[in-house]
């Protein structure tokens, strides 16, 4: 019940409405339906939601090393225009087990030019065939 | 390898820059009992695989050592995400997890190779004789044949079974049921179908596949070593999904067998398929739909559960000429409770199967084995593929064992009988007795017809009830003998000429005559 109430609330405000009057809003109809008490339920919910739209707009550039970042900065540009995104939406970690060459993860794209990747594959078909 | 061997591959990995392509992906955002939630993934389709990458932030010896790819099968769209049961061990899968779509809808691999072999239903081997080499990728969903490319049932599918083939006679392509409690013999009823397949021709001979839903392991490896004793491991297939196995391969394992006879279907060849069965899938697939958050119908069973078990058995058909001409019979297998064929599940396959044999448990208390009841079951397109000489010989036997069933009844309140009631009776005894059999030893066509036309002659009616049986086996044995031409002629006509009645009459005089002392009574 909290998660269709907590969607709500953050479509509307998300359709341009302020928050205060959103959560007024959505207030009310709880009062007016003896449902007050979802509130702190509501409130959990919408964090979530709000975090995976978050997650869903947010970009990670994941890297092996950091001497690495300009150059996969460069290539990722591609990609990143692409998705009607720019180098400002990025997020950049490390993960050494990379061993190298980059990886761009987001609004649902996979874009994995790691050594990783490329080294695993090569092991699968080394060991297939 | 020395140093500098290592050194080199290193500047060699050091120079290298991967093609990078852009997947489409999301996120597991749940995961539990086989089935999972995954955020993104806006492009899915349903029933397309997606892969779980295992390997992320995990060191690249570890993610070597890592078995085979995990994959998934999406089987809910919904407006934030998707859900996805997992076709694996689910403790792999952990929240977070991002998941790959891969494109392709879930198929499996046929191919000859896959002949006395044992798969799971994804098409794996799990006999231990290594991988297929060539194979081609079957969709697991396919739509079934249309009305243009389908042709009437005309051919006759021998199951050996002397009460099937005489009064429930199945054709190519046809869909017939067996249903019973659970112990009546439903499995054996099958597997004795594909032993028979051997006394078939190579060219015309069905391909087999047996299909172990929810089945114990040792069940259906006692059936694998049975049909390879009978020698019908080669042309068998054995797709198993068994008790231990996700709900969701339990679900997927009669569409891959079917995928799989669609292969052979396609090259022109006649196929049978076995469910045992349907009952355990529509549990497993309720399992899943219980997971996927559908709504519950009736048992709490989803409210496409009729479309599981009619597209399912749709595609088995018997393809027009154009097409190749090839067929899958589909012999699926439902186990009641208590004898109630009116429960969700067996009302639902009986209509729409073209037929159904019911099998009793008090029949199999009694001995009667097959214990088929005769007065219930009914084939309703295979009279029409059933061969002349068998139809020449079983014409009334359904006719007098329903009298003789009824008779049966009354005997039990009346004590004085008259001659034409008692001779009704003794005969439909005898009758009871030749229509039995031992499992595992289906007969070929000509041997049934043989003792059908000595049963319907009155052969057996001066042989006590108790030695039909004993006599019914010398007599095979005598015309094997000594009649094998005429056996052959009927075996190879498919039709009972007046000849053969002169010489199957002639046999029956000879065997009276030298066993006179069968027949005392």
Known sequence: ?129 | MDSTTVEKILKEIEKFAPAAESEHVGRVTAVGDGVVAIDGLSKAVLSEIVMFEEGKGKKLADAMSAEAELYGLILNLEEDGVRATILGDTARVSEGMTVKSTGKILSVPSSEELLGRVVNALGEPQDGKGPFKKTTLMPVERQAAGVIYRKGVSVPLATGTKAIDAMIPIGRGQRELIIGDRGTGKTTVAIDAIINQKYEPEETRPICIYVAIGQKESKTARIAQQLREQGAMDYTIIVDAPASAPAALQYLAPFSGVAIGEYFMDKGKDVLIVYDDLSKQATAYRQLSLLLRRPPGREAYPGDVFYLHSRLLERACRLSEEKGGGSITALPIIETQEGDVSGYIPTNVISITDGQMFLVTDLFNKGIRPAIDVGISVSRVGSAAQTKAMKAVAGGIKLELAQFRELEAFMQFASDLDKATADRIESGRRMVEVLKQKNGAPIPLERQVAALYAASHAFFLDVPVGKVTEVEGLLMDFLDGQYAKTLAAIRKSGQLSEDDKKELNKAMEEFRLAHSEMFSQ
């Open chain 1, 1 to 129: 019940m909290e998660q269709v109430y907590a969607q709500a609330l953050f479509k509307m405000v998300e359709g341009g409405m302020e928050p205060k009057k959103a959560v007024t809003a959505v207030r009310e109809r709880l009062i007016a339906e003896g449902r007050e008490g979802l509130m702190s339920r509501i409130a959990r919910a919408f964090s979530h939601i709000a975090q995976r739209e978050m997650q869903k707009s947010g970009l990670v550039l994941t890297l092996a090393r950091e001497k690495d970042s300009h150059a996969a900065h460069k290539e990722a540009k591609k990609f990143l225009d692409e998705m009607g995104a720019s180098a400002k939406d990025l997020t950049t970690r490390i993960d050494e087990t990379q061993t190298g060459g980059w990886r761009l993860e987001g609004r649902e794209h996979l874009i994995d030019a790691s050594y990783k990747k490329y080294l695993l594959s090569l092991y699968a078909r080394a060991t297939n065939s």
